[in-house]
C-alpha cells in the first residue's frame, strides 16, 4: 500500500470532531461574554441565577478546552 499525505477516513473523523469542540468552546465562550456584558462586565454584580448560569457555562468552557487540549495532543501524536 502507498503511503501519501492524505488523511484516513479515521483522522479525518477526528479532525471533524476537533472542529466540532472548537465550535462548542467559541459558542459557550461567546454566551459567558454576554452574560457579563449585561451586568457591567462584572460577574460579582450578578443576580444568583445567573451567577450559577455563569458558573455552569465557565465549568462547560474548561471541559471543552481540555477535551480539546486533549483532541490536539492525539493528533499531533500521529503526525
Known sequence: MLQDDTMTRE???EV???RKLVLL???VD????Q???QHGGRS?????A???????LARQRDDL???????????LDEE
Do not use: T
Not at 44 to 48: A, K, R, S, V
Open 16 to 18: 471533524l470532531e476537533y
Open 25 to 27: 468552546y467559541e459558542a
Open 35 to 37: 452574560l457579563i456584558m
Open 11 to 13: 483522522q479525518l473523523k
Open 65 to 75: 478546552q481540555n477535551d480539546m487540549r486533549a483532541m490536539e495532543q492525539r493528533l
Open 50 to 56: 445567573d451567577r450559577d448560569r455563569y458558573r455552569d
Open 44 to 48: 460579582e454584580d450578578m443576580p444568583d
Open 30 to 33: 461567546a454566551e459567558i461574554d
